[in-house]
């Protein structure tokens, strides 16, 4: 392949992904300024895998920065939530997003999409756990 014929190919598929790409951008910012910390606390009841469930599903649908879950998991332990709920909420906010799933499945195939995201949570729940029996040894 040319050098020319390789920039249009990937100029095309730039463009092809751009609109996608705009949405996510636009739909994180939107849920980076209205869901607050409280409305979140407001989803955790105390229950291992209850909470869990809600951590992975508002963590995957609110992705955003490291920085931004570290407030949001300050205000939820504050709130009462368990470590082990907020890290995990901490662990998918900042690695699985919901929104970016439909331009990870045109770019690498649905199969694998999905394969990613649930291995993602598996190791979430892991390390999870991991972190959680240390910060009870320190």
């Not at 939530?81 to 997003?97: E, S």
Request: charged share 10%; with cysteine.
């Amino acid at each position: 392949m040319k050098f020319k014929e390789a920039i249009k190919k990937s100029a095309f598929s730039i463009l092809k992904i751009l609109p996608m790409f705009v949405a996510i951008v636009w739909l994180v910012g939107i849920f980076q300024v209205f869901v607050t910390p409280k409305m979140l606390s407001h989803f955790f009841d105390g229950s291992y895998f209850y909470d869990t469930i809600t951590s992975i599903v508002s963590g995957s649908v609110t992705i955003g920065q490291v920085v931004l879950s570290c407030i949001i998991g300050f205000a939820l332990l504050q709130k009462g939530v368990t470590l082990f709920a907020v890290t995990v909420f901490f662990l998918t906010f900042t690695t699985i997003g919901v929104i970016q799933m439909p331009l990870e499945m045109e770019l690498l195939g649905k199969r694998f999409t999905i394969i990613q995201n649930f291995m993602a949570i598996v190791f979430i729940i892991i390390t999870s756990y991991i972190i959680v029996f240390l910060m009870g040894i320190l």
